[in-house]
């Protein structure tokens, strides 16, 4: 198995008692996936 990239989730709450989320990749191979996961992490 060959690794293609990492993925970083940093999760926040704001004074609203909102969470925010910002996702960060290391290459652009694995910009799809993180688009995936920015989807669905909106849904919440």
Do not use: A, Q, R
């Not at 926040?12 to 969470?19: S, V």
């Not at 925010?20 to 992490?41: A, C, G, K, Q, R």
């Amino acid at each position: 198995m060959e690794k293609l990239g990492t993925i970083t989730v940093s999760v926040f709450k704001g004074e609203d008692n909102n969470t925010n989320f910002h996702i960060e990749t290391d290459n652009d191979t694995v910009l799809p996936v993180s688009y995936v996961i920015e989807d669905t992490l909106k849904l919440y």
